[in-house]
């Protein structure tokens, strides 16, 4: 394993009461895999991050990065690891050449080694026509993809990645996965938080599913389609009438309680084995005399797999608890800090540097 926490706890004081943003979160990484750590707002994503990257310490519990205790040796762990955060750490007036620069002189690489390494990384991300552009310029995938750059700077042995491509559209979040994917073939072991089922899918090897602060969940994703039911059967009728005798139907076939629409026409149920549950449910339904307008499968959803597994959805608009009694830092103070501890370096640095 290069990544072994055991018994992470973390609680902030509100004003409102303490808040237990880890409740004893165990989790393990092998080496040169993708762990998807997935989960709702407020579930403890980022502060497993945090924990992980040395930038908050945990109350109690245990955690080693390629052999490294995080607690005791930071600074060691700094040198192994590159975070890529919620909000891309880039400098807006810099352009993307001179902002990887910037982190690679923050790492102490040197003038030419710096601008060398920056280099290779537009290469590598196809920024060659935006490289000398001022981020401001950039779009949301631009950004997103100089600050994971700009994490792997120093070639990291562990790449920490917190929603790497939430707020990018589809286009721009497939790219983003084409390069991680290319990243971990050539053997960089990738912790990855995300809200998005299907980043998971694409890129985790397992994932973890947290609420609540603590692991609720852990398997393949096909592992935990299956655990909530491998498939959804829908079907819509052509008479609202129906909508009992129907109901009975897909219950037969069901691993747990259909669910009706409100207008009675739109019936739902979790299954084990899609295709034959379908043959059997459509068998059944016409020998009941039961018309439809519609009927098929489909897979589990994010929400499909939060509901089952914690009672509640996956309410993407949840809000943070942001009654906290310490003075929050703006979102690009945050990510000041964390790439300028990331480069063990003090933040006003990053300022002397520019
Ligand atoms: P998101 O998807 O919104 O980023 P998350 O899963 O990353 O959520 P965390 O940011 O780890 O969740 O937060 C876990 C819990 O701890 C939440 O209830 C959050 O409000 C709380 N929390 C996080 N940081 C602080 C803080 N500095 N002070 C008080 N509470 C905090």
Redesign the pocket.
């Known amino acids: 394993m290069i990544i072994e926490a055991q018994g992470l706890t973390?609680t902030?004081?509100?004003k409102s009461g303490p808040?237990h943003?880890?409740a004893g979160l165990d989790l393990q990484v092998p080496r040169g895999t993708v762990k998807a750590l997935l989960?709702?707002?407020?579930?403890?994503?980022?502060?497993?991050v945090?924990m992980l990257t040395t930038l908050i310490r945990p109350d109690a519990g245990t955690a080693v990065i390629d052999g490294i205790d995080v607690v005791r040796q930071p600074k060691s762990v700094r040198r192994i690891i590159g975070v890529s955060g919620?909000y891309a750490a880039v400098d807006e007036n810099l352009t993307g050449f001179e902002n990887l620069e910037m982190v690679g002189r923050l790492y102490h690489l040197g003038g030419a080694a710096a601008r060398k390494r920056a280099q290779e990384l537009i290469d590598l991300f196809e920024l060659t026509a935006a490289g000398n552009r001022p981020v401001k310029g950039f779009s949301g995938g631009m950004r997103r993809r100089i600050d994971l750059a700009g994490a792997l700077v120093i070639n990291p042995k562990v790449l920490f990645l917190?929603?790497p491509t939430t707020g990018l559209d589809p286009r721009s979040r497939i790219a983003l996965w084409d390069v991680i994917k290319r990243l971990v073939a050539d053997g960089t072991t990738v912790l990855l938080?995300t809200?998005y089922l299907e980043e998971a899918d694409q890129l985790a090897d397992d994932i973890v599913v947290?609420d609540d602060?603590r692991v609720i969940a852990e398997g393949t994703s096909d592992q935990l389609k299956a655990q909530i039911g491998g498939h959804r059967v829908v079907v819509a009728l052509v008479d609202s009438a129906d909508s009992g005798a129907a109901r009975d139907v897909l219950a037969r076939y069901g691993s747990s309680a259909p669910s009706v629409s409100t207008d009675g026409r739109g019936i739902e149920v979790a299954v084990t084995d899609g295709p034959t549950a379908l043959q059997n449910m459509l068998a059944d339904l016409r020998a009941a005399q039961i018309n439809l307008h519609d009927a098929g499968m489909r897979r589990p959803t994010l929400d499909d797999v939060f509901l089952r597994l914690t009672g509640h959805k996956a309410d993407l608009s949840?809000t943070?608890?942001?009654?906290?009694s310490?003075p929050?830092l703006s979102k690009r103070a945050q990510a000041r800090r964390a790439q300028a501890s990331a480069a063990n370096t003090d933040p006003s640095d990053l300022e002397k540097v520019k």
Not at 39 to 48: D, L, R
Request: hydrophobic fraction near 20%; charge should be negative.
């Open positions: 973390k902030y004081q509100s808040v943003a880890l989960g709702p707002n407020g579930a403890g994503k980022t502060t497993v945090k919620q917190d929603e938080t809200q947290i602060g949840a943070d608890d942001d009654s906290d310490t929050k």
